[in-house]
């Protein structure tokens, strides 16, 4: 158990409006990725996290922002919801960074947007 | 860019049955290669993963991948399927600063 809680785990909204997504870790990881996942697409990897206020852009970043202030805690916002972001969002954590080791994931928060 | 193809989005077997989920990947260096596996309303789990020692890697619950260079193929094989290995199987390629996730494949099993 990596220790990984991802909070809302359900929501829905109207789109314009705005969305935080909250992942929380209770193992001070430096590593920490925001994936969404789409029928027929897989995971794609939207911002990740290298240690607190250090984040960078991952393939599918536009529309999303990202902030990490504390090491337990990696925010993913939608500054204003469109439809083309419901979806499931995972988040994940890695003990090595690299991608050379195991992404440990959280349960998922899926957002729909009408 | 590296890249993954699972072959088809869905595959059924019998109960006992082989499974075999098939996975194709590009990548420009010697690739760091995943298996995952999601189970209803989860997060993905590590089956097992290819990291450049033995090409044939074993996992958890009887599953296990063959690397084949010449190929370019991480094919994940389980020479009996269970009720329990009804889920869907994420083939993952890295090289080391990017990793990208195949479309998946949707396991089904029949009694």
């Known amino acids: 158990d990596a220790g990984i809680t991802q909070s809302p785990r359900h929501k829905v909204t109207e789109t314009g409006t705005p969305v935080t997504l909250r992942c929380h870790q209770t193992?001070?990881?430096?590593?920490m990725y925001w994936y969404r996942q789409d029928p027929g697409h897989g995971l794609r990897l939207i911002h990740y996290?290298?240690?607190?206020?250090?984040?960078d852009k991952g393939e599918v970043s536009d529309g999303y922002s990202v902030s990490r202030s504390k090491t337990e805690d990696f925010l993913l916002t939608l500054e204003s919801a469109t439809s083309s972001q419901t979806s499931v969002y995972f988040c994940a954590i890695s003990f090595t960074g690299q991608y050379t080791g195991e992404l440990f994931f959280g349960e998922g928060s899926r957002l729909t947007v009408l | 860019a590296q890249s993954v193809t699972q072959l088809g989005s869905h595959v059924s077997v019998s109960e006992g049955a082989l499974v075999l989920l098939r996975c194709n990947y590009s990548?420009?260096?010697?690739?760091?290669l995943f298996w995952y596996v999601q189970y209803p309303n989860q997060g993905l789990q590590l089956l097992l993963k290819?990291?450049?020692?033995?090409?044939l890697v074993k996992g958890i619950n009887g599953f296990e991948a063959e690397f084949k260079k010449s190929e370019t193929s991480f094919h994940l094989t389980k020479p009996s399927a269970h009720m329990s290995d009804a889920a869907e199987y994420f083939c993952?390629?890295?090289?080391?600063?990017?990793?990208?996730f195949g479309a998946g494949t949707r396991l089904t099993v029949k009694p």
């Open positions: 290819y990291t450049s020692a033995a090409t």
């Open positions: 993952a390629v890295s090289d080391r600063d990017d990793m990208r």
């Open positions: 990548s420009s260096v010697p690739p760091y």
């Open positions: 996290s290298y240690g607190v206020k250090d984040t």
């Open positions: 193992e001070n990881h430096r590593y």
